[in-house]
């Protein structure tokens, strides 16, 4: 049985990415981009308070991409590893995430810094970034490892 969760963009992503080309890719990639989260205006209202918050997530949607693979070679690393240990645009449900700074809000919309996706994604929910994890906890899978191999082949 086949269940369907139907979805619509409360906005759109307004940025300088044309092309996925343009967007840093790889071990110690910096996402400083700016641009606007522009959220339709019958979402405005949804908005309130939201200036308070300095980070954001934003959730949206791969819409580029077409199909999945179960495991993907990042360009992070030269191997292979299974797509939910990945942030792979090919995933069976097209969604990203991204984190971003709130820079500040006119009307509706948020102007904010580290984008990753393309200009005109379709934007699906935003949330407080709010983390309560120590950084001692937090560890970081074969991402961790393949950045330590880059640090070192860097010195060598
Ligand atoms: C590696 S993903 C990470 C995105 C997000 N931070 C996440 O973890 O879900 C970012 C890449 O997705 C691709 N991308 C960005 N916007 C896209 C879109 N609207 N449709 C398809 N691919 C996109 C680009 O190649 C970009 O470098």
């Not at 409360?10 to 989260?37: F, M, R, S």
């Not at 979402?43 to 980070?55: A, F, K, M, N, V």
């Not at 580029?64 to 030269?78: A, Q």
């Not at 929910?125 to 970081?140: A, E, G, N, V």
């Given at each position: 049985?086949?269940?369907?969760?139907?979805?619509?963009?409360?906005?759109?992503?307004?940025?300088?990415?044309t092309d996925?080309?343009?967007?840093?890719?790889?071990?110690?990639?910096?996402?400083?981009?700016?641009?606007?989260?522009?959220?339709?205006?019958?979402?405005?209202?949804?908005?309130?308070?939201?200036?308070?918050?300095?980070?954001?997530?934003?959730?949206?949607?791969?819409?580029?991409?077409?199909?999945?693979?179960?495991?993907?070679?990042?360009?992070?690393?030269?191997?292979?590893?299974?797509?939910?240990?990945?942030?792979?645009?090919?995933?069976?449900?097209?969604?990203?995430?991204?984190?971003?700074?709130?820079?500040?809000?006119?009307?509706?919309?948020?102007?904010?810094?580290?984008?990753?996706?393309?200009d005109?994604?379709?934007?699906?929910?935003?949330?407080?970034?709010?983390?309560?994890?120590?950084?001692?906890?937090?560890?970081?899978?074969?991402?961790?490892?393949?950045?330590?191999?880059?640090?070192?082949?860097?010195?060598?």
């Amino acid at each position: 049985m086949e269940i369907l969760f139907p979805m619509q963009p409360i906005g759109y992503v307004q940025n300088a990415y044309t092309d996925a080309g343009q967007i840093p890719k790889g071990c110690g990639a910096q996402h400083k981009a700016e641009g606007v989260l522009q959220i339709l205006p019958e979402y405005e209202q949804g908005l309130t308070d939201i200036e308070g918050y300095s980070h954001l997530y934003v959730i949206w949607v791969f819409d580029r991409v077409e199909g999945f693979d179960l495991l993907w070679t990042p360009p992070t690393d030269n191997r292979p590893h299974g797509v939910f240990s990945t942030r792979s645009p090919r995933r069976p449900n097209r969604l990203g995430l991204t984190v971003v700074e709130l820079i500040k809000r006119e009307g509706n919309g948020l102007h904010v810094r580290g984008l990753d996706m393309l200009d005109g994604t379709p934007i699906l929910d935003i949330k407080p970034y709010l983390s309560s994890i120590p950084q001692d906890d937090l560890r970081r899978g074969w991402l961790g490892e393949a950045e330590k191999r880059a640090n070192e082949s860097g010195k060598a």
